[in-house]
T-cell receptor
């Protein structure tokens, strides 16, 4: 089954404790991206990757890192999480960029206390 | 950088009625996409309409695009309780196809 998976689905952590949210897709998609969704603000892009080893900032990259060492994986790293990063995070992938339909993961609800 | 803006923010209708949501955007686009999100879950792609298209259909969904007015509409006909969800428009305005910009969404509630 074609899908985008994210782990963990729920995470409660404390300020400053490094964490990684994994994202994996099994569709051989070149493009992957991360969004955060906050009430009243909608979805905002954090980082995207056009292909392996090619990543770039989206609208709200501060406090986040990503890497794309393999085509299928695109982890989101929070080196020192802060409470303002409490949010619902989505990973998405597509065949090749925003020209194509995006396939979204189920979401990761992160709470930073 | 908010590009699309949906209207209305919330819509409540009865089963069997039609639901119309609108999206306005600010800059020229390559395509416009509509997504559905059930409460707290991942977004699901509904329809993609390219800038040179004016109308597209998919089952009970009809999407129109007016590039001169920088607006799009999503019509759901004969709505069902299962259509209850948030609906987002997303525009691709980037030169290199790097980013979709999402609106804040319309919350549709269909009661039986």
């Amino acid at each position: 089954e074609a899908q985008v998976t994210q782990n963990p689905r729920y995470l409660i952590t404390v300020t400053g404790k490094k964490l990684t949210v994994t994202c994996s897709q099994n569709m051989n998609h070149e493009y992957m991206s991360w969004y955060r969704q906050d009430p009243g603000l909608g979805l905002r892009q954090i980082y995207y990757s056009m292909n392996v080893e090619v990543t770039d900032k989206g609208d709200v990259p501060e406090g986040y890192k990503v890497s794309r060492k393999e085509k299928r994986n695109f982890p989101l790293i929070l080196e020192s999480p802060s409470p303002n990063q409490t949010s619902l995070y989505f990973c998405a992938s597509s065949f090749a960029g925003s020209v194509y339909e995006q396939y979204f993961g189920p979401g990761t609800r992160l709470t930073v206390t | 950088s908010q590009q699309g803006e949906e209207d209305p923010q919330a819509l409540s209708i009865q089963e069997g009625e039609n639901a119309t949501m609108n999206c306005s955007y600010k800059t020229s686009i390559n395509n416009l996409q509509w997504y559905r999100q059930n409460s707290g879950r991942g977004l699901v792609h509904l329809i993609l309409i390219r800038s040179n298209e004016r109308e597209k259909h998919s089952g009970r969904l009809r999407v129109t695009l007016d590039t001169s007015k920088k607006s799009s509409s999503l019509l759901i006909t004969a709505s069902r309780a299962a259509d209850t969800a948030s609906y987002f428009c997303a525009t691709d305005a980037s030169q290199a196809g790097t980013a979709l910009i999402f609106g804040k969404g319309t919350t549709l509630s269909v009661s039986s």
